[in-house]
T-cell receptor, first 114, second 114 residues
């Protein structure tokens, strides 16, 4: 049962345009959300995060939006650059069974076309 | 600061064999988590070790086990390998328990079971 869902396996965007990557979740106990970026042959690297008490967090070209009522978050990249081409993982944390637990989505492959 | 290192990077084994993967965390990090990445399932959590104790465990069979040493280095062992165990195995380290601290990933070990 996928508690963190990234329903788009891939996305293609023209350089300079906006990239929007979506993530839906089912567990209302998630209290912190993160985005990781992964290049081929490398491990994921942390990109940006948001607490469940906020609805927006911005870091340079990257903005994450959280809609708690819809259990939906999105990552906006503006403007998109060819170097942004990678797989993006959405992750969420919750306190479960006495421990903080991190749950990842299956990833969305972003291709930015020059 | 040196990043998370994993050895070996690539491994080919046959069904029924066992394998041991190694992970050296970032200096000062006390938590090591292990993930299995496959194309259709994304990042699946295996287990987390903190101060030599397993603190959290995912839904994997007992063939998957791990341990952590006093220097925080961790090993993961898979016994009686099956074809379905072919995957990229990632380890991630963090200063504290994974859900409360940002994780830093290694490049992964690509395991192929034939």
């Amino acid at each position: 049962d996928q508690q963190v869902k990234q329903n788009s396996p891939s996305l293609s965007v023209q350089e300079g345009r906006i990239s929007i990557l979506n993530c839906d979740y089912t567990n209302s106990m998630f209290d912190y959300f993160l985005w990781y970026k992964k290049y081929p042959a490398e491990g994921p690297t942390f990109l940006i995060s948001i607490s469940s008490i906020k609805d927006k967090n911005e870091d340079g070209r990257f903005t994450v939006f959280l809609n708690k009522s819809a259990k939906h978050l999105s990552l906006h990249i503006v403007p998109s650059q060819p170097g942004d081409s990678a797989v993006y993982f959405c992750a969420a944390t919750s306190f479960s069974g006495g421990y903080q637990k991190v749950t990842f989505g299956i990833g969305t492959k972003l291709q930015v076309i020059p | 600061k040196a990043g998370v290192t994993q050895t070996p990077r690539y491994l080919i084994k046959t069904r029924g064999q066992q394998v041991t993967l190694s992970c050296s965390p970032i200096s000062g990090h006390r938590s090591v988590s292990w993930y299995q990445q496959t194309p259709g399932q994304g990042l699946q959590f295996l287990f987390e070790y903190f101060s030599e104790t397993q603190r959290n465990k995912g839904n994997f069979p007992g063939r998957f086990s791990g341990r952590q040493f006093s220097n925080s280095r961790s090993e993961m062992n898979v016994s009686t390998l099956e074809l379905g165990d072919s995957a990229l195995y990632l380890c991630a380290s963090s200063q504290g328990l994974a859900g409360a601290y940002e994780q830093y990933f290694g490049p992964g070990t690509r395991l192929t079971v034939t």
